[in-house]
Structures are given as structure tokens and as C-alpha cells.
């Protein structure tokens, strides 16, 4: 059979039929790590399911979601984080129910959209969580496999899409608070279906969601649209002070800068870094932030054809090719130069 017009320039058919041995090698090794997660899912009784500090849309709703699910099969479970949900999200069922502790007596740990365990920051308690089996569910090409089981599919949009599937695997009912919950992930990592990540699946998937009693033009607008007037007032002021060179466009945040805006959160970029990769001229993006501890928090993107994924690893960080991110120690000015010219280097090398 013929299609009118091909993915990505690949027949689907003739794709599938030229794996090559290490996809194939890759995509059995991760259906067996399908059967083992529900292997463990089935078997546990107490769960403590967590997500990576800092928490985005796709963090929250991706967490929750399994949250709801596990309680629809009757587990106890706890959902927990290092940081707070922001109030944007708000409208998700049980986003108060998150705790900021990990405390507590479990047989089983799940690990959700975090890439190591170094992002699950202070939730993850060494000597309590530690004997425990961990089941980790990502899609992030950088995961470093730190779990007992790993279903990491960095081939999905989003965790929320990989929670979709765990779900539809263990016949779990998606009612109207799960679908908002998972749909909030997709459109949030998808930026509203834009990034390259989004795949004819992940279209049916949130169409799936949208039947289940999901809306897409609310969730957009609640978590991907608005935004505080403060962070407009962030943002415009990371734009007119940043720079481009070597088709790098980079801004620097520091405390100072912060406080004089009068920001109230202490971290994050309000989107600075994904507004100015929108920039032609750019190859890559990067926003430096400076944090209260005088670390620096870099994100990174990049155009098409760019990866800055493997970047961000080196600096202890991760993420997709697309998009990434790492924390150095600082001072800024020296770590502005050191990720500077490795990005240079990757542009070089590409
Ligand atoms: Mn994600």
C-alpha cells in the first residue's frame, strides 16, 4: 500500500522492516522492561511515586495521573515532590494532595520524568528510599537507567504519553481527572503539539484524552498561555539584555536582576530560553540563571539539526536534543564562558 506522503521522509513500512540490530536490540529490551514494571506495579501494595524538583506540567500531570490510576486499582499510593506545583496548575484533581516529603512507610518507589536521581533532589531519601525497588518511568534520551526497571521511551512527546500507555497496559478506566492530568503533560512538553517530539501518535493520544472529557483549549490556556504580568516584565527585560553571537543567543539572570523586577519565584527563566531559540539567526539558545545558593541554572535549546542534550550531560545535567538543562556551581561569569564555548564546539562539530 502507498501513502500519499511519507513521515520524515520514511515509508513507515520500509522503516520498520530496516531496524537496525541496536533498535531492535533496543526495543526488546524495553518490552521487557514494560512487563517487569507491571510486574511490580501488580505486586505492590504501598507506593511512593515521585518527580524531579521543579516541577513542570508534564512532572505534575504525569505524576498525578498515576496517582489516580494506582488508587483506581486499589494501592495506596503517595505522590510526592521536592517543590510545590504552581498555582497554574491548580485545576488539576489532587494537586493539594502532593506532598513535599518522602517520608513514610512504602514497598515499592516510582520514579516519573526524572532523568537521574540527582532531579529528584530532596525527596529521595538515600537511606529509607534505598532498599526499596525503584520503577522508573521517562522519556528523556539522557536517563541514566537509575532505576531496578527502566521504561524510558525517549522516543514519546512527553512522560504523560509513556503513563498513557502503562495505563492502557494495565486496563486502567481514563476518566475525565486522569485525561486532564495526562493531557497537561502533552501540551505542555509539546508546547501545544509545536516541538519535533510530536508524533501522529501523540495526536491520537490527546485525541483518546479529549474524548475521555479532557478540554485542550482550557488546559493550553491555564498551563502554557497565561502568565503573571511580572513575568511578562522578566521576560522582556531577558530579551532586551541578551546577546547574539556565533548563532548562540544567550542572557544572563542574576539575583539582583531578579529583585529589581520583583520576581517572585526564585528560579526558572518564564520562558525566556524557548522565546529566544524563535530567534533565525539562532543555532542554539541558552539562559543562565543565577540561584540563591549562587549556582547557576542553564537552559538550553536549539534549532533543528542541533543537539544540546549530550552538552547539558556533561555539566551533570540532561535532557532532549531539543531541550536541556543543567546546574553548575557558578560564579556565572565563569560558567557563562565554559557552557559558551562547549556550544560552540558542539555547533562546530554538527
Ligand atoms: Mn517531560
Known sequence: MSTPYTVNGADSEAGLQQFPDSEEGERRSNMQ???EAEGYLRRAQRILAVTHLAPDGDAI???????HAMQSLGKTVTVACQDPAHSRFDYLHGVHDIRLSGEGNFDLMVSIDASDLQRLGSIFLPVQ???????VFDHHITNTMFGSVNVVDSSASSSAEVIYRLLRRLDVRIGSEIAAALLTGIITDTLAFRTSSTTPETLSIAMELMRAGASMPEITRRALVLRSYDSIRFLANG???SQLEDGIVYATITRKMRKDLGVKEDRGDAGLVGTLITSMEAHVAAVFVELVDGSVEVGLRSAPGYDVSQVAFEFGGGGHAAAAGCTLPGPMRDTVNRVLSRLRRMIRET
Open 129 to 135: 528510599h534505598g532498599r526499596l525497588p525503584l520503577v
Open 33 to 35: 522492561a514494560w512487563i
Open 239 to 241: 530579551i532586551v539584555t
Open 61 to 67: 500531570g504525569s505524576l498525578l495521573a498515576f496517582g
